[in-house]
Nanobody, 123 residues
Framework: VQLQASGGGLVQAGGSLRLSCAAS????????MGWFRQAPGKEREFVAAINRSGRSTRYADSVKGRFTISRDHAKNTVSLQMNSLKPDDTAVYYCAQYPSVTYYYTKDQIHYWGQGTLVTVSS
C-alpha cells in the first residue's frame, strides 16, 4: 500500500488549504481513511476520518466546523479541506488507511501511513 500526501504549505491565520492523499496497492473503496497530525514535540493526533462509503465522518473537536474530509473513489483519493486555519493547526499532516471499512481504531492499530505533508500557519 502506498499513500502519497500533498497540498501542504505556508498560510496565514484565517486562510485555507486543501490536502490530498492518493492511495494505491489495494482496493481503495474497501477501507476507511483518515488524517492525523503531529506538531513539534507532540504526539501524533487524530484529525478526521471517513468510512468506506464516505457517508460517515468523524472529527477531532479542535477542527469541527473548520475541516472537511472527503473521498473520491474514481480517483482513489482522500482530501482534507481546511478552513479558518489557526497557528495551532501547524503540524505535519499524515493520511492513513484504516484496517477495515470503519474508522474505530486507534493510531497504533493503523499499519499504512503516508509520508506526511507540512502545514504551517502564521499568525
Amino acid at each position: 500500500v502506498q499513500l502519497q500526501a500533498s497540498g501542504g504549505g505556508l498560510v496565514q491565520a484565517g486562510g485555507s488549504l486543501r490536502l490530498s492523499c492518493a492511495a494505491s496497492g489495494r482496493t481503495f473503496s474497501d477501507y476507511a481513511m483518515g488524517w492525523f497530525r503531529q506538531a513539534p514535540g507532540k504526539e501524533r493526533e487524530f484529525v478526521a476520518a471517513i468510512n468506506r462509503s464516505g457517508r460517515s465522518t468523524r472529527y477531532a473537536d479542535s477542527v469541527k466546523g473548520r475541516f472537511t474530509i472527503s473521498r473520491d473513489h474514481a480517483k482513489n483519493t482522500v482530501s482534507l479541506q481546511m478552513n479558518s486555519l489557526k497557528p495551532d493547526d501547524t503540524a505535519v499532516y499524515y493520511c492513513a488507511q484504516y484496517p477495515s471499512v470503519t474508522y474505530y481504531y486507534t493510531k497504533d492499530q493503523i499499519h499504512y501511513w503516508g509520508q506526511g505533508t507540512l502545514v504551517t500557519v502564521s499568525s
